[in-house]
């Protein structure tokens, strides 16, 4: 949600805080189990003064899906279009999402439970910015494919798997956990490619690829 004209930096300070506040208590007890009041109550702010910062309820929502989607798209589209091989790209893309996961671990709580309450044109959005991510990886899957680095599979179903693998992630993760991403992506990558991988395909050197294109291109 754009700020409203007139409002100074402090407005969209406070207004960032509330959907931290807001994410972490939809997090804990659901975003139908939470009231407005109790926002406002946490935020230290009246009702009146709480809508002022956020129009509704749903826009609190939409924050939050915003601030995963947004960034894990923008990410998502660079690394689609990398003049490298896909099973590289993939690779980069597992650690990009598990980044975003780990940062935003209550986020992604409520990304993956509460979507459903959103509305109309909202629903709608995210909906569609879910099945472009889905696309790009099912893309890049097939493309591993075609270029002989993974054998013939159903392309959605190992999208799925895919997916699958690092979105339960948020489940258990910890943020001062002993697991960072770039360890998860390597083990999560490993077991995945060794599965989906041509006979012949060298796993290990993936990772000798992934530092070196880091040399050449600083994140």
């Known amino acids: 949600m754009p700020r409203p004209p007139g409002h100074g930096p402090g407005y969209e300070v406070k207004r960032q805080e ?24 946490v935020a ?9 910062y956020i129009g509704s309820k749903e826009n609190l929502l939409v924050e939050i899906q915003d601030r ?3 960034p894990l798209l923008t990410a998502a589209r660079r690394i689609a279009t990398l003049d490298e091989d896909p099973v590289l790209r993939l ?24 979507y459903r309450h959103l509305r109309g044109a909202n629903r709608a959005r995210l909906l569609r910015q879910r099945r472009e991510f889905e696309r790009i990886v099912l893309d890049l899957l097939s493309a591993a494919m075609d270029s002989g680095a993974f054998r013939r599979l159903d392309p959605r ?7 699958n693998l690092h979105n339960h992630t948020y489940q258990w993760a910890r943020p001062d956990g002993p697991w960072d991403a770039a360890f998860l992506s ?4 490993a077991t995945l490619i060794s599965g989906f991988c041509s006979p012949g395909y060298d796993v290990a050197d993936l990772e000798q690829r992934v530092a070196a294109f880091r040399a050449r291109v600083p994140a």
């Open 44 to 52: 230290g702010l009246a009702k009146g003064a709480l809508y002022y």
């Open 91 to 114: 690779r980069l893309l597992s650690e990009t999402l598990l980044d975003i996961i780990l940062a935003r671990l209550d986020h992604i709580w409520v990304y993956e439970h509460d």
């Open 18 to 41: 509330i959907i931290d506040q807001a994410a972490a208590l939809f997090a804990k007890q659901g975003y139908a189990a939470t009231g407005i009041a109790e926002i406002g109550q």
């Open 186 to 189: 390597r083990e999560y990558c």
């Open 68 to 70: 995963v989607l947004r």
């Open 157 to 163: 179903l190992a999208m799925l798997q895919f997916l």
